[in-house]
């Protein structure tokens, strides 16, 4: 049998394939384009092109593919045959340079949020060789970026990129003056632990709340939930362990470094993480791994929700963004060193964070704000909507005694004087235990846990490496023109200390208290929703921070505000028009069938004998007709609330009309149509319950 070490990888155009593949010449220059960006000539380029489409046709490969992620959140293909006509009436197998390096799909029913009308009507794709082509299926598939002509970003790659190439500039700037003269690059790494659900294909199919927006929109709850926190770390099934199995395989041929996988804590809930790499290769596979978990489940008569709130009243999705930022010589920026400089420089990078999650918590909230992830946030089940960050005790009692110049009491007596102590190793241990912190120390990377299970991971890196990078620039700005490096340096990590200390938080981020103290005292922002959060994109501070390193232009970022809040609009939309057709398609008719029923019998008893009562007949039956009358009424309501949205002016408001007075409505309708579930026989329920969706999976 074939070990993974045989398999691994092997449906990838890597550095092994490469070496092998390629003369000595050929990947030198690829690897200078791989490793600096260096710009590769169309004559190798057309030698690499050769040896990957060989190297996919004996894979048994036909087609390729530039492989993009588009602003709709999900990958986008179209695929091009290898084949040419030869003259003799044949074809042959072939894949140019130029077909390599650029590609130009007819783009134009991808969201552009009017960019495309301002700018060029198509948009083209261009390879990122810093991450490996792969084959799926019959299609070998180049990672791409994706264009306007006019060079506006219609996807997330390209600010991501932006967004690295930002963060190492300042990085390099502060290590220069620290003096690591070896260090060549810096790089962010990211490790997404990825949540999912997963339930029996043919209760799937019996849903459509499932097939069109992929959560249930009604469901009374089931007897037991997570109460018994009997799920979380469980045994796993025969039947899920074998899909994991599978998984891993497929995730494996890919290269993709999947790790751990255990139950979660709702029933039926599961995690998988990777190994970390780097952000944009991290955000490629995550991408990678969403699709092949919904197609492995496929093949075993499962279907993978990915949904952040599949189900109400249980514990939603989410995805831990882990991040950390090292040197192309393996030194990790975020973990504290062993001499007096290293923990200087790691207190430095250390002080950047802080100040980039503070100055640009709004951009970090928005980063995540789908309509989905609005059902988790802040539902104590996955940090709030305020973002705080949580460095444990330890780390927190180092900073408050370099604030105030204070000795330092920890495992031993120091004052803290940056240059000259070294300080203590903070235990893992001691920073990884509070799980309700929206931002994390754990040892020695930060743990963004605000990202829904849907997102691509693009977005919240691309924030949080821009906002960093702006910390650096601020930070390299002075200490390149002090006297004394060493006391500016100092006095910066103070003066951060002082300014950001708002933003730290060691308590629990689930109390209500902390909410109501972070915004009354703190003054930090509190944006539950969707519509709340995603117009500060466009505040000025952010526009500047942002265009200024580069990392969008001012038009991609309009382009985006509104392609999110359309995005918005129309999942609650079509989220509404589904609860609307089941009400009146299913719901009412279903119960009034069991009252019908209930009628009958008491229509048949009172046949046998006037006298006989029929009290329990007879109260669920007026029961069940209030009930359907109330399913009707809010039925209306919700349909009318819809087609009122019409006549808003624009999206920001057409995202308030459905913040204030959608959605409302549909929790209205629901509470109803579960209240008709819980008191209409079984038989008559016209699609699965929760406990079946829930349990299903034996
Ligand atoms: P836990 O969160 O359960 O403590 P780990 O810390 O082992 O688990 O890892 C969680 C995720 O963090 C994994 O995907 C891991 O690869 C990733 N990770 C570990 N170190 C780093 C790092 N330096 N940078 C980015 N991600 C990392
Ligand atoms: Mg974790």
Redesign the pocket.
């Known amino acids: 049998m074939a070990t993974v070490s045989d398999y691994f990888g092997c449906l990838v155009f890597d550095d092994r394939v490469m070496k092998a593949n390629l003369s000595a010449d050929v990947y030198q220059s690829l690897r200078k384009t791989i490793d600096h960006g260096a710009k590769l000539d169309l004559s190798v380029a057309n030698v690499v092109a050769a040896a990957m489409k060989d190297w996919a046709v004996a894979y048994g490969a036909t087609h390729y593919t530039h492989w993009f992620q588009p602003l709709t959140g999900i990958t986008a293909e179209k695929h091009d045959s290898f084949i040419s006509p030869a003259p003799d009436g044949g074809v042959i197998m072939d894949f140019s340079g130029k077909e390599l390096i650029k590609g130009e799909p007819d783009a134009s029913s991808f969201p552009s949020g009017g960019l495309r009308a301002t700018f060029e009507a198509r948009g083209y794709t261009a390879w990122d060789p810093t991450s490996y082509a792969f084959i799926k299926g019959k299609t070998l598939c180049i990672p791409t970026a994706f264009c306007s002509y006019g060079g506006e970003a219609l996807d997330k790659k390209t600010p991501l990129l932006r967004s690295m190439e930002a963060l190492n500039r300042q990085a390099m700037r502060i290590l220069k003056l620290f003096g690591n003269s070896d260090v060549k690059c810096v790089r ?6 990825q949540e999912y659900f997963l339930i029996p294909k043919e209760l799937y199919e019996k849903r459509k709340d499932l097939i069109y927006t992929g959560r249930t929109l009604f469901g009374a709850k089931a007897p037991k939930g997570q109460e018994m926190d009997d799920h979380y770390f469980g045994v796993i099934k025969p039947r899920v362990a074998a899909y994991m199995a599978d998984l891993n395989e497929e995730l494996w041929k890919l290269g993709i ?1 999947a ?2 996988e255990h139950n979660e804590v709702a029933p039926a809930q599961h995690e998988l ?5 780097t952000t944009n290769v ?1 955000t490629d596979h995550n991408q990678l791994t969403m699709e092949i978990m919904q197609k492995v489940a496929g093949k075993h008569g499962l279907v993978c929700l990915l949904h952040e709130k599949p189900f109400a009243g249980v514990n939603g999705s989410g995805k ?1 963004n ?5 040197t192309d010589t393996g030194v ?1 920026l ?2 504290p060193g062993e001499t007096p400089y290293e923990n200087a420089q790691f207190l430095l990078f250390l002080c950047a964070v802080i100040k980039a999650v503070d100055d640009y918590q709004d951009l970090l909230r928005l980063s995540v704000a789908t309509a989905g992830n609005d059902h988790r946030l802040g539902a104590n089940e996955a940090p709030p909507a305020v973002v705080s960050i949580f460095l444990g005790d330890e780390l927190s009692a180092i900073l408050s005694a370099i604030e105030n110049d204070q000795p330092y009491e920890g495992t031993r007596k120091t004052t803290m004087k940056l240059g000259v102590d070294v300080l203590p190793r903070f235990a ?1 241990d001691t920073t ?1 235990r509070n799980r309700t912190s929206p931002f994390a120390f ?4 930060f ?1 963004f846990r605000m990202l829904g299970s849907s997102n691509s991971i693009a977005c919240a890196n691309m924030m949080l490496n821009a906002a960093v990078a702006e910390s650096l620039r601020i930070y390299a700005d002075r200490l390149e023109n002090a006297e004394d490096f060493e006391t500016a340096l100092h006095e910066m990590i103070k003066k951060t200390i002082k300014d950001h200390k708002r933003i730290l938080f060691n308590g629990n981020g689930y109390d209500d208290a902390w909410i109501r103290e972070a915004v009354e005292v703190r003054g930090l922002s509190n944006y539950p929703t969707t519509p709340d959060c995603m117009p500060h994109l466009l505040d000025e501070k952010n526009v500047r921070m942002l265009t200024s390193h580069k990392v969008f232009s001012q038009a991609e970022l309009e382009s985006r505000c509104e392609i999110m809040l359309e995005n918005y609009c129309k999942t609650v939309i079509i989220e509404a028009n589904t609860m609307v057709d089941m009400a009146r398609k299913q719901i009412l008719p279903a119960v009034e069938g069991y009252a019908a029923e209930l009628a009958g019998t008491i229509a048949a008893k009172r046949a046998v004998s006037p006298e006989i009562s029929c009290g329990y007949e007879s109260g669920l039956l007026r029961k069940l007709s209030v009930l359907t009358d109330q399913i009707a009424v809010q039925t209306d309501d919700l349909e009318a609330a819809v087609l009122e949205l019409a006549g808003c002016a624009d999206t920001i408001r057409e995202s308030e009309a459905i913040r204030d007075n959608v959605l409302g409505k549909m929790a209205s309708l629901r509470a109803v149509a579960d209240e008709a579930e819980t008191q209409t026989a079984e038989a008559y329920w016209p699609f699965p319950t929760y406990g079946e969706l829930l349990y299903g999976v034996r």
Do not use: C, F, M, Q
Request: avoid cysteine; proline fraction near 6%.
């Open positions: 962010t790494s990211v490790g997404p632990e470094l790790k751990t993480a990777p190994i970390y790499t991290a831990h882990n991040w950390s930022l090292a990790n975020l973990s893992r990884d754990t040892g020695n990377k743990e």
